[in-house]
């Protein structure tokens, strides 16, 4: 089992920043990718942002120029530094890994955080 800890979110303004992490914990685990989507009221989850083992970055068109994701393989942490937020923004965000247990491949979810964006 992995547990993914997230961390940040809140009330931001209109073209404000707010950073968010995330920590995986747990037993003989390597993680493939992490990252982060999001989810409206009345829409489907969306992609963020994810960062590969080999470092390669996927992110959304959305959020691209505005939102940067990082991560620490040592760590196995990931965060999303988020700047010039919109009212769009606003959202729950999940965290996400892709980890590697014992050959098989696994999916876990971070318990969400609230994003909100307003004037």
């Known amino acids: 089992q992995v547990q993914l800890v997230e961390s940040g979110g809140g009330l931001a303004h209109i073209g404000g920043s707010l950073t968010l992490s995330c920590a995986a914990s747990g037993n003989s685990f390597s993680v493939l990718v992490m990252g982060w989507f999001r989810q409206a009221p009345g829409k489907q989850r969306e992609l963020v942002a994810t960062i590969s083992s080999d470092g390669s970055i996927n992110t959304a068109d959305s959020v691209k120029g505005r939102f940067t994701t990082s991560g620490d393989s040592v760590k196995n942490t990931v965060s999303l530094q988020m700047n010039s937020l919109k009212p769009e923004d606003t959202a729950v965000y999940y965290c996400?890994?892709?980890?590697?247990?014992?050959?098989?491949?696994?999916?876990?979810w971070g318990q969400g955080t609230q994003v909100t964006v307003s004037s």
């Open positions: 996400y890994a892709n980890v590697r247990i014992s050959g098989y491949n696994y999916n876990y």
